[in-house]
């Protein structure tokens, strides 16, 4: 429990210090999260465990998976719309363009801090972790592959965005096809060796997409790419997903106290980035205002009066009240798990599984961080940062609840 604590605290100093560094160093920051993500995905990767006998199975895992992806986001930007722009901006395909992507942050679970945690109170053993790390990277899946009709919608059709799904889907079928079949080391300096590598495929892949067209961005998310490499990767022999005794983050059999320490640190690693990656809660920072794209919204037609009121801010109590209410409202959207798997766990099981959705992080800050690429500005974008910001604190909370619901009824 003494590690979950320290997790929680270097999320908290992570969020404080970026309020002050206020944008300078990110890219940096986002390199070396994205690193020690990579790392975290790697091993997550490894010990999965795909039958093929049961396709079925995964296919509703994929729709359950979708749920926890599309619920949040559509909540959250439904929010944004009813209960924070005036009624003359409700029914205008800007608002709407707005609402969706700065409703994004809501949908991706951030899959390196969650599985960091249920290691670290020993639930790396349980349904809830097996079960979990099936829906959260679906649930990135996702988050990366719905966003690509809402930018061809939104922007213009793209034979970069069609390739990426192509792409993505051909992945998967590689991993289905040669799951733990490759021989390469699994240690940890090489497993950070293949990090670096895949976040220098994913930037390269971002570059270049931005040099052949810069008004369609494409990405080859860093945990996609590390999950795969981590299904792919042969197991040496004896080494299996058995846990020892419960004890807190040691697994006996798949790594060895060395491994387990070298993940311990890029995990406590991982938690200060994730809340250095933080996008200022007030305002846009220069370099940022200044690289935004001009495909924000324009709101051509629409009455000046109704836009000043829509940029007005409200106060900060009531910015307090919609960012509890978009907490609440994301995370209920992650709750559609509790209703499924009733024949293969209790309902405190499926509680806790959908419980383990609710954590955000370097994924959610990320979209952030392109809402206002794309020039997205607002009372709406600080209640966002904020609500990832109490949510990303309530992170331990989460956990330590999950912990309480898998534990055995006295």
Known sequence: MRKVLWYSLLLAAGVIVSQFLNGRGQTVINLLTMFCLSFIAVHIGYGFELTRSQPKKYAWDYVVGTTTTVFPWLFCAAYFVFAMAPAP???????WWEALILGRFAAPTSVGLLFSMLAAVGLSATWLYRKARILAIFDDLDSILLFIPLKIFLLSMSLKLVAVVFVTFGLLWVVWRYVHAVNLPVSWPWVMLYSAIIVGISEGI????????DSVPVKMEVLLLAFILGCMLARAPGHSFETGDGSEGQARGLYSPREQSVMTIVSA??????GL???PFAGLPEATAQAATTLGPKYE?????ALALKEQFPGWGLVAFHVLMITVLSNIGKMFPALCYRREASWR???ALAIGMFPRGEVGAGMLVLSLSYGIHGPALT???LSLALNLLCSGLFILAIKRLVEPES
């Open 89 to 95: 901006l409700w029914r205008t395909r800007d608002m």
């Open 206 to 213: 971002s570059l270049g997409g931005k040099r052949i067209d």
């Open 269 to 274: 690693c991982f938690m200060a980035l994730t």
């Open 277 to 279: 990656s933080m996008p």
């Open 301 to 305: 037609g629409i009455p000046p009066e």
């Open 349 to 351: 099981e499926r509680l």
């Open 383 to 385: 209640v966002a940062a």
